[in-house]
């Protein structure tokens, strides 16, 4: 069996991404599986999908713990724990990251041992252009496996995208053919993992918690905006950025739209975003009437600052 975990951020067609692979492993004569894994969360948070393929039914459930092959969309998952990018990354599994640096220094980075593939990443992306990170992924991933035929994965998008329109269609061909093609170098590095035996279950190991008056076990969270401590702005790949030369100073619309209420005003009647807390859902770059808020890649932005 073949057990492929993506991970990247909402908005970057990583659930796509799993269906379309999910798909043309199915087109190829295997036995398929593939599901996301996200929350209420919205654009920039980080979620992951799996698929699994076996030339047998599957009765395998649940999240991928071990996995055969990584596909990182979003190198900026890597720095983040809870992304648990490298969660059962071991030497036999293969780690595939959209990225601009090179294999080895991720190899280092993350203490790698097993193969490392990079596949390029396109420097200034513009926001409408994210979903299709996703789709060059699946397209990455199908190579890897080295047993998804180029018709089967052009199949296999034209099937999960069928509800667009054919230029939507052609712009996901063209990155995910384009990525199945720049790894043609890696095609097969993939290797199948040894199939679960209920023989090395293991039985979780329980602790026992005394009962405890309600008194003390109640929640410690006594008082309301204790969420400002939850910095959702590294969900973050976009980032807004206000031009005030051009802001018209109409701070009632993009504040009272953002779903965050990540946009203050100052005293002056100027907009100002809590990065902390933006995710970079771009709505406010989307109602700004004078078109004074725009879209900036997060690194680009980042490079600005310091």
């Known amino acids: 069996m073949v057990r492929i975990r993506f991970h ?4 970057q067609g990583i659930k796509t991404a799993s269906r379309i692979l999910g798909t043309a492993f199915f087109r190829a004569g295997f036995e398929v ?11 920039g948070a980080p979620m992951f999908a799996c698929v699994r393929a076996a030339r047998e039914p599957i009765r395998e459930r649940g999240l991928i713990a071990h996995p055969d092959l990584v596909v990182v969309a979003d ?12 969660l059962g990354l071991d030497a036999h599994a293969a780690l595939l990251i959209r990225s601009s640096t090179d294999a080895e220094t991720w190899r280092s980075r993350l203490a790698i041992a097993g193969p490392v593939v990079v596949l390029p990443a396109r420097e200034g992306m513009q926001q409408a252009e994210l979903p299709l990170i996703g789709a060059s992924c699946a397209g990455a991933a199908a190579r890897l496996t080295g047993v998804i035929a180029r018709e089967q994965l052009e199949s296999a998008l034209r099937e999960a995208l069928g509800e667009h329109d054919e ?9 995910t053919l384009g990525a199945f093609d720049a790894l043609a170098g890696a ?11 209920a023989a090395q ?11 405890e008056p309600a008194r ?3 929640p410690d969270i006594f008082a309301g905006a204790t969420s400002v401590e939850v910095r959702t702005g590294l969900w973050r790949t976009l980032r807004p950025q206000i031009d005030y030369e051009r802001c018209n100073r109409c701070s009632w619309v993009c504040s009272t739209l953002c779903p965050d209420s990540a946009i203050r005003v100052r005293p002056n009647g100027a907009p100002e975003i809590d990065y902390d807390h933006c995710k970079g859902c771009m709505i406010c ?7 004074a808020i725009v879209a900036t890649p997060e690194r680009e932005a980042q490079e600005q600052a310091s």
């Open 201 to 211: 279950y293991a039985r979780p190991e329980w602790i026992d918690l005394p009962f």
């Open 285 to 291: 770059v989307a109602v700004c009437p004078p078109h």
């Open 75 to 86: 190198e900026t998952l890597a720095g983040i724990p809870a992304a648990n990018v490298l």
């Open 8 to 11: 990247g951020r909402g908005g």
């Open 187 to 197: 095609e097969g590095c993939v290797r199948e993992g040894e199939r679960a035996s």
């Open 216 to 218: 003390v076990s109640a």
């Open 33 to 43: 599986q593939d599901a996301p894994v996200y929350g209420a969360e919205r654009r």
């Open 167 to 175: 230029a939507v269609v052609a712009r996901n061909l063209e990155h």
